[in-house]
C-alpha cells in the first residue's frame, strides 16, 4: 500500500525512537520490576481479604495459565507449579516447582524457593510435599465461571493436583477468582506509569492511521488502512492482542469492517478501533474521522453535534462511574438518563452492523489493562451469559476501565439515517473521578480530499 503514503515510498511514519519505546533490554527491567513489586506488595493482602492461605498455579507446555505472565511467565515445561503460601510474614513464600530451568533472573531474584529439573517422578510428589509441609486451610485454585484470566486449571491438570495432594486436601480446594481479580487490577504506581506510556502511543498510532500520511480519499480502502496498522505495530515492537476494525459509515449506511474492495471517499465518515500490547499490557482505544468533500474546510454542523452528543453520553457516564458502585448499576443509571433525552437502548449485535434511523445509546465499558477486556467490573448489561458476575462487581479506586459507548443520531442530510459515533478511552478511577490516560479526542478528526 506504499502508493498511499503522503510521505513517499518507504517513509517512516512513526518509530520507536521518536516515541520513546524501550527497547529489550529496558522493556525486561521494567517488567521485572513489576512483577517483583506487585508480588510482594499486592499478592498477600489478596489472599488474606479472601481468606486463601495458599494459591496454585498450574501449567504445561503448550497450554499456560493465563495468569503466568503476571508472576514472571517462562516456559511451562512439561508441568510447572507456582505456588504461593501466607506463612504469617509480611510477605508470601513463593515457589517454583518446573521440569526446565526459567532462564530469566528475575526468578531468582524474586521467588523464595525454586526447584528445576525433576525426573521420571514428575511434579507429583514434589506437590504433595509442598502442601503438606505447610498445611494450608484453604487453597485456592484458578477455576472461575466468570473470569476466563481466572479460569486457566484444565479438568485434567486438577485432577492431577488432586491426586498428588490426596483427599483431605483436595477438600480445601476453592476458587482463586476474586484472589485472582484483586491481584491483576490493584495497580501500582509502576505500571500506571508504563500504562500511560503505552495509551499515549496507541493515540499516536491511531491518529497517524487516520491522516493524510495514510488515506488518500478515493485511493485508498480501510483494508490498506489495517494492514498499515499491523505492519506498523510490528515495526514499532508492539503486537496486537486483537486486530484493528475500520469501517466507513456512508450516508448512514455501514459497510463491512476492512473492507478492500470500496475506496474511502470524500463525506465518508470512518471509525476505528483498535489497541497495542507491549509486555504485560494491554490498551484499546477508538477514534472518528470525516473525510472532507470539496469545498468543505469542516465536517458538516449536523455531524459535529451527533459528535458532541456522544461525549456528552461520555460525561454522564463517567460522572456515575462512582467507588463502590456495582457495574450494572451504573449502566442502568446512565440508560434511564439516555432514555429520558429520548434515546433507545442499543445492544452490542447493533453496534456499526446496521443502518439505524432513531437516537441510540449503547454503553459496554469494561476493565482493562493486562487483557483488553481484563478482570475487573464491567458497565453493561446485566447479562449472565456475556459477562457473569463482572458487571454485579463494585468499582474500586485505582482500576483501569476502556470508557467505551456508542450514541446514534440520526442525520437529515443523510435522510434521517443515523451516524453511529463511538467513543473509546482509557482511564483510571481515582479517589478524584475518572482521569484520563492520553489525549482525548474532543472533535471529529479531519481527512482533506
Not at 76 to 84: E, L, Q, T
Not at 303 to 317: I, N, P, T, Y
Not at 319 to 333: I, Q, S
Amino acid at each position: 500500500m506504499t502508493n498511499t503514503y503522503r510521505g513517499g515510498p518507504g517513509t517512516p511514519i512513526l518509530t520507536a525512537e521518536a516515541l520513546g519505546i524501550p527497547d529489550e533490554r529496558e522493556r525486561y527491567a521494567i517488567r521485572k520490576n513489576i512483577v517483583a513489586r506487585k508480588i510482594n506488595s499486592v499478592l498477600l493482602p489478596a489472599m488474606r481479604r479472601h481468606g486463601i492461605d495458599m494459591w496454585i498455579l498450574l501449567s504445561r507446555e503448550f497450554h499456560p495459565d493465563p495468569l503466568l505472565l503476571d508472576l514472571g511467565g517462562g516456559w511451562p515445561g512439561v508441568r510447572s507449579a507456582f505456588i504461593f503460601f501466607d506463612d504469617g510474614s509480611d510477605v508470601p513464600q513463593k515457589l517454583i516447582i518446573s521440569s526446565h530451568e526459567l532462564r530469566e533472573d528475575l526468578f531468582s531474584e524474586v521467588y523464595t524457593q525454586q526447584l528445576y529439573g525433576y525426573g521420571s517422578e514428575g511434579l507429583s510428589p514434589y506437590l504433595r510435599e509442598a502442601v503438606h509441609s505447610r498445611h494450608p486451610q484453604r487453597i485456592g485454585i484458578n477455576i472461575s465461571p466468570t473470569l476466563p484470566m481466572a479460569d486457566g486449571l484444565s479438568a485434567t491438570l486438577k485432577q492431577y493436583l488432586e491426586d498428588a495432594i490426596g483427599p483431605e486436601y483436595s477438600a480445601r480446594l476453592v476458587s482463586a477468582e476474586l484472589l485472582a481479580r484483586d491481584f491483576r487490577a490493584s495497580r501500582i504506581p509502576e505500571e500506571h506509569g508504563v500504562f500511560k506510556r503505552l495509551c499515549e502511543w496507541t493515540v499516536a498510532w491511531c491518529e497517524e492511521a487516520f491522516s493524510q500520511r495514510v488515506i488518500w480519499p478515493r485511493i485508498t480502502t480501510c483494508a490498506d488502512v489495517y494492514w498499515w496498522m499491523r505492519s506498523t505495530a510490528r515495526r514499532l515492537g508492539m503486537e496486537l492482542e486483537f486486530l484493528p476494525a475500520i469501517r466507513i459509515n456512508r450516508r448512514g449506511q455501514p459497510l463491512p469492517t476492512n473492507l478492500d474492495s470500496e475506496p474511502i471517499m470524500p463525506g465518508d465518515l470512518l471509525t476505528l478501533d483498535a489497541g497495542l500490547a507491549f509486555d504485560l499490557f494491554r490498551s484499546d482505544y477508538q477514534r472518528t474521522a470525516y473525510v472532507l468533500q470539496p469545498g468543505e474546510i469542516e465536517p458538516p454542523a449536523s455531524l459535529q453535534q451527533a459528535f458532541g452528543a456522544s461525549l456528552r453520553m461520555r460525561d454522564q457516564l463517567t460522572t456515575r462511574m462512582e467507588p463502590g458502585k456495582l457495574g450494572h448499576c451504573v449502566w442502568e443509571e446512565t440508560m434511564a438518563w439516555a432514555q429520558e433525552q429520548g434515546y433507545d437502548i442499543m445492544y452490542p449485535q447493533v453496534t456499526g452492523r446496521k443502518t439505524v434511523v432513531t437516537p441510540m445509546v449503547g454503553i459496554y465499558s469494561h476493565s482493562l489493562g493486562n487483557s483488553t477486556h481484563d478482570i475487573d467490573t464491567r458497565i453493561a448489561v446485566d447479562s449472565p451469559v456475556a459477562y457473569g458476575d463482572r458487571v454485579r462487581y463494585p468499582l474500586q479506586v485505582n482500576r483501569w476501565f476502556a470508557i467505551e459507548l456508542a450514541v446514534c443520531t440520526p442525520i437529515p442530510e443523510w435522510e434521517g439515517r443515523a451516524a453511529l459515533i463511538p467513543i473509546e478511552e482509557d482511564a483510571a478511577l481515582t479517589e478524584r473521578g475518572v482521569e484520563y490516560f492520553a489525549r482525548q479526542q474532543t472533535e471529529l478528526m479531519v481527512i482533506p480530499s
